[in-house]
């Protein structure tokens, strides 16, 4: 049986003895081309190409054959940059700088030591900045063309060809898209212009915490054949900074399918992956999604609490979510 899981709204809160911090970084950066003869503000989440046409450094790049005259923004090594960032570290175990999507190739410094590279456009990522952060900081990202980057991995793989080495003439496209972790239509496609754009295109944000830290959290239903009975696993992972081991109950309720169950759980030091099977009553009835037009759209509402020690918490809800 296909297993699906449609997660319309996920919401989540950590308890008020989390003593967690988040710091957005979205709003107003600096933007500076490759060889600094070109500098402006940008909005994050945004990209270079924005950018210049918000501030009428270019016109509409979609207009006629904008995409060919505006070639030269993606072969370009941009950098973004973001200065006095205050931050009181003394309060705070564990600091983490943490970007929802780069687009593409970049690496971040912060008070220009380099913290971490990046080069894929569709995972998140978390950089360790505990033993970097200061007082007032300055943050910056400095990018790689990713046509560049994707011509240098193309020429350095020998082994076999990788098709196809470039779109049909017709498209005026660029070349090698198989070898970078990038929107494949930003290299051009049969309906749409080539714009390999450069820039943080999600969120980004300071992330700070003590004692232990919900870093993420995943489920999916699944079907048991043998018995005939749906079960919901669930898989939650955090970051303990705490020395001693954190131990606490994970409470999860799912109301329409009258099922709540409480586990009780320990983290030690480290990463650790917390594992929850559910067991939903078989003579509970479990409607499954179904596409319109071909059956009803059935959502069910869960909740998951953690109650660690100290009166700390965290809280998980996953609204509408249907089974297939």
């Known amino acids: 049986m296909c297993l699906r899981l449609l997660l319309l709204l996920a919401l989540c809160s950590a308890g008020p003895a989390a003593a967690a911090l988040t710091l957005s970084l979205r709003g107003s950066w600096r933007i500076r081309s490759g060889n600094g003869s070109l ?32 070639r030269w923004i993606t072969l370009d090594n941009w950098t973004y940059s973001k200065n006095e960032i205050p931050f009181d570290i003394s309060k705070w175990q564990q600091v983490n700088l943490v970007f929802e999507g780069i687009d593409t190739v970049a690496n971040v410094l912060l008070n220009n030591v380099s913290v971490g590279k990046m080069d894929n456009m ?4 978390s950089f360790d900045i505990t033993h970097v952060i200061k007082a007032v900081n300055f943050i910056e ?20 060809e990788v ?4 779109p049909p003439p ?7 898209v198989n070898f970078i972790r990038k929107e494949q239509c930003s290299f051009s496609w049969d309906w749409g212009p080539s714009f390999p754009t450069q820039g943080i295109w999600k969120d980004v944000r300071i992330e700070a915490y003590n004692i232990c830290h919900l870093d993420y959290f995943t489920f999916s239903p699944v079907y048991d054949n043998n018995i005939q009975e749906w079960n919901l696993e669930i898989d939650s992972s955090f970051h303990v900074v705490s020395s001693k081991p954190v131990f606490g109950q994970a409470i999860v309720v799912i109301p329409e399918l009258q099922t ?30 179904w596409p319109h037009g071909h059956g009803n759209q059935t959502g069910y509402n869960m909740t998951v609490l953690f109650k660690l020690d100290g009166g700390l918490s965290f809280e998980r809800s996953a609204k509408e979510y249907g089974v297939k």
């Open 39 to 70: 500098e402006l503000p940008g909005k994050v989440p945004g990209c270079v190409h924005s950018a210049l046409f918000q501030r009428r450094l270019i016109q509409d790049p979609y207009y006629r054959f904008n995409d060919l005259k505006y």
């Open 122 to 125: 569709f995972r998140r990522y």
């Open 141 to 160: 990202l400095h990018f790689q063309s990713a046509v560049l980057y994707a011509r240098n991995r193309s020429e350095a793989h020998t082994c076999y």
């Open 163 to 166: 098709p196809p080495k470039c």
């Open 170 to 176: 017709v498209q005026k496209g660029e070349c090698h």
């Open 260 to 289: 709540q169950r409480t586990y009780s759980i320990e983290l030690k030091h480290g990463k650790r992956i917390v594992k929850l099977f559910v067991k939903i009553n078989k003579n509970i009835t479990v409607k499954t999604w």
